[in-house]
């Protein structure tokens, strides 16, 4: 067992405290009238003004994960590792134009989740189900992750345990961490990470700040920082360069726009914009986030001064997912240690608590709700997605705890590829009733299956299936983003099946929103004659 680091330990249970009281606290916070309904615990009731949704997103999008990861990646693959930064900064613009429709739609109706507009858009509940238990599958390893980064800062601390400390030792600070996450969400619902999210986000920034200036001085400055970096990729074999080769171009081009596209469509991120009060809150938050990408840009630096700061040289099994705890604890005091611990275990925190109930969201609604008990009452709702986010949980903690955490990286790529899956039949719908729900559906299966079995294919040093996420290209014969090849073939037979299934007159499900609905904004009242829904518009 490695000692421990006793100032970084005390630091980092001080803010653990904070956080948690705050957690409990939340539920006082914008006391609903009606606690027991889902669109108060599961958003907050839809509340959130600009600044509490931007930290809400920030905390939301940006996890513990993303803040080892990223420069994790930097680190062992160099400039490949940024493909993060573009991606991001080309998620706005897009989201941009889709998030306030779905936002009106979804107050003027009531939808708490993106299959419950699915439900109402295409009045399909086969493919309502499908991109349902597609957001469910693909949160799951994506809140297990969080663990893992929490994992990663205990390892460093010292009170992991290591690899070879008996189970007690090793999980316990891991168990705490999840009883305290557990309680406190199922307490305050969204209102929890909402709140929380201001100490994790201003924390991230505070220690993203001083590393890039005070972790520069202590190596000499940036100079020697990427003459080291360039250094370690010229050798042969390193895996890594410091500039992208032309055969990873496409790679990294396809990865960062499929990544784009899938950003907004995770459930949880969902969550976060339907949480917010008005359509403006929306728009705003989209012109205001990218400022995250240009903290994602100085975060991804971290990965090269960990190369200049000797972490893991010369050890061949050396784990890149601890380059930056362990750059942190060799660079700065061990107070400040602390505090930047704090900000990766609480950036653990918010994700997962957000993640949780966004799946027990899509399941109250759009599985118990749907098929086995319609009849259910808003607070029957309540109860349940309460019981399913502390399952949900405990389903991750036992992934973490029983799985080989490269299962965990495989199966969170493998989360993109799904979600993306999702994008056509969502965004389609905000904007065109044109596509039929078969041939959705259709489309859905086509690119599901397609990409799980491509990936299936990939091996690499580190396992023999789920290795990688690029593949090349039917037809093109470069190598590309599985995720984005399977959108295009999803696309492909969504379009050909709703020509032929137009063409054989096949009848469509009701559409019971309003081509109006798109554009309203909270307070707007349903005119006294309003139409009917009709079937397509």
Do not use: C
């Not at 939340?26 to 839809?46: P, Y």
């Not at 940006?62 to 993060?84: E, I, L, M, R, S």
């Not at 929380?196 to 986000?201: L, W």
């Not at 996420?469 to 995720?483: L, S, T, V």
């Amino acid at each position: 067992m490695k000692d421990v680091n006793v100032p970084a330990l005390v630091v980092f249970v001080l803010f653990f405290a904070l956080v948690t009281v705050m957690g409990f606290l939340a539920s006082r916070w914008r006391r609903a009238d009606d606690a027991a309904h889902l669109d108060e615990w599961g958003l907050g009731g839809r509340s959130f003004g600009t600044w509490v949704t931007w930290f809400l997103l920030g905390g939301d999008l940006y996890t513990a994960y993303t803040f080892v990861a990223v420069p994790a990646a930097v680190y062992a693959t160099g400039a490949a590792g940024f493909f993060a930064v573009p991606y991001t900064i080309v998620a706005y613009p897009l989201v941009f134009l889709f998030l306030p429709r779905l936002w009106s739609v979804s107050r003027v109706h009531g939808y708490v989740t993106p299959a419950d507009f699915v439900r109402g858009r295409y009045g399909s509940r086969p493919l309502s189900l499908v991109v349902a238990l597609t957001g469910i599958l693909a949160t799951m390893p994506y809140i297990a992750l969080q663990l893992v980064g929490i994992q990663a800062v205990l390892d460093v601390l010292g009170v992991g345990g290591g690899e070879h400390a008996n189970w007690f030792v090793k999980d316990l600070p891991l168990f705490i961490a999840f009883g305290v996450l557990a309680a406190y969400t199922y307490s305050s619902g969204l209102r929890a990470p909402a709140l929380i999210a201001f100490v994790k986000d201003a924390l991230i920034y505070i220690v993203i700040i001083v590393a890039v200036i005070y972790i520069p001085i202590r190596l000499g400055g940036y100079g020697h920082i990427f003459d080291a970096a360039a250094h370690k990729f010229s050798a042969p074999k390193s895996g890594g360069s410091m500039t992208l080769p032309d055969n990873k171009q496409w790679t990294y081009a396809t990865l960062a726009l499929g990544s784009a596209m899938a950003l907004f469509m995770y459930p949880h991120s969902v969550t976060g914009v339907l949480a917010s009060k008005s359509r403006n809150t929306v728009r705003r938050n989209m012109a205001i986030m990218p400022a995250y990408s240009l903290m994602l840009g100085l975060l991804a630096l971290l990965g090269f001064m960990a190369i200049a700061a000797g972490v893991g040289q010369g050890d061949k099994k050396f784990n890149a997912q601890l380059s930056v705890p362990q750059l942190f604890a060799d660079m700065f005091p061990d107070w400040f240690t602390g505090v930047a611990f704090a900000a990766i275990g609480i950036g653990a925190l918010v994700p997962a608590a957000i993640m949780s109930i966004a799946a027990a969201n899509l399941f109250t609604r759009n599985v118990y709700k749907e098929w086995l008990k319609p009849t259910a009452s808003p607070a029957d709702e309540t109860r349940i997605a309460k019981l399913v986010s502390l399952l949900v949980k405990v389903g991750a903690l036992v992934f973490v705890l029983g799985m080989d955490k490269q299962a965990a990286i495989n199966l969170q790529l493998l989360g993109g590829l799904w979600i993306l899956q999702t994008f056509v039949a969502i965004v389609g719908g905000l904007f065109t009733r044109w596509f039929h729900h078969w041939a959705l559906f259709a489309g859905w299966a086509a690119g599901m299956a397609y990409g799980t079995w491509t990936a299936y294919g990939i091996a690499s040093p580190a396992t023999k299936h789920f290795g990688g996420n690029a593949a090349a290209i039917p037809g093109i014969g470069e190598i590309g983003y599985i995720g984005l090849t399977a959108f295009a073939l999803n696309l492909l037979v969504a379009v050909a099946l709703t020509l032929v299934l137009r063409a054989v007159k096949a009848p469509e499900g009701p559409d019971e929103t309003r081509p109006a609905d798109y554009s309203a904004e909270a307070g707007d009242e349903e005119p006294e004659n309003a139409p009917e829904p009709v079937a397509a518009h």
